[in-house]
C-alpha cells in the first residue's frame, strides 16, 4: 500500500486548509498528526466505502474526513485552524476490524506526513 500526503502549508488563525490523500486501493484510512514535542494523536478516520467515518473528540465539528475513491484519494477538511493545530499530518492504512479506535497501532501503512501551520 502507498500513501502520499499533500496540501500543508501555511495558514492564518481562523482559515481553512484541505489535506489530501493519495492511497492505492481502498482502504480504511485514518489521519494523524504530530506537534512539536508532543506524541502522535488520532484525528479522524473514515471507512472504505466512505459510509462511516470518527472522529476524536477535539477535531468534532472543525474537521471533516471525506474520500473519493474513484480517484484513491482521502481529504481532512480543516476549518477554523488554531496555532495549536499546528503540525504534521499523516494518513494511514488500517486493515484492522477496530480502524475506528483511534489508536495508531491498528494502522499498518503510513504516508510521509505533511506539515501544517497555524500562525496567530
Known amino acids: 500500500v502507498q500513501l502520499q500526503a499533500s496540501g500543508g502549508g501555511l495558514v492564518q488563525a481562523g482559515g481553512s486548509l484541505r489535506l489530501s490523500c493519495a492511497a492505492s486501493?481502498?482502504?480504511?484510512i485514518g489521519w494523524f498528526r504530530q506537534a512539536p514535542g508532543k506524541e502522535r494523536e488520532f484525528v479522524g478516520a473514515i471507512s472504505w466505502n466512505g459510509d462511516s467515518t470518527y472522529y476524536a473528540d477535539a477535531m468534532k465539528g472543525r474537521f471533516t474526513v471525506s474520500r473519493d475513491n474513484a480517484k484513491n484519494t482521502v481529504y481532512l477538511q480543516m476549518n477554523s485552524l488554531r496555532p495549536d493545530d499546528t503540525a504534521v499530518y499523516y494518513c494511514?492504512?488500517?486493515?484492522?476490524?477496530?480502524?475506528?479506535?483511534?489508536?495508531?497501532?491498528?494502522?499498518?501503512?503510513w504516508g510521509q506526513g505533511t506539515l501544517v501551520t497555524v500562525s496567530s
Open positions: 486501493g481502498n482502504h480504511y
Open positions: 494511514a492504512v488500517s486493515l484492522s476490524a477496530t480502524w475506528y479506535s483511534g489508536n495508531e497501532y491498528d494502522y499498518k501503512f
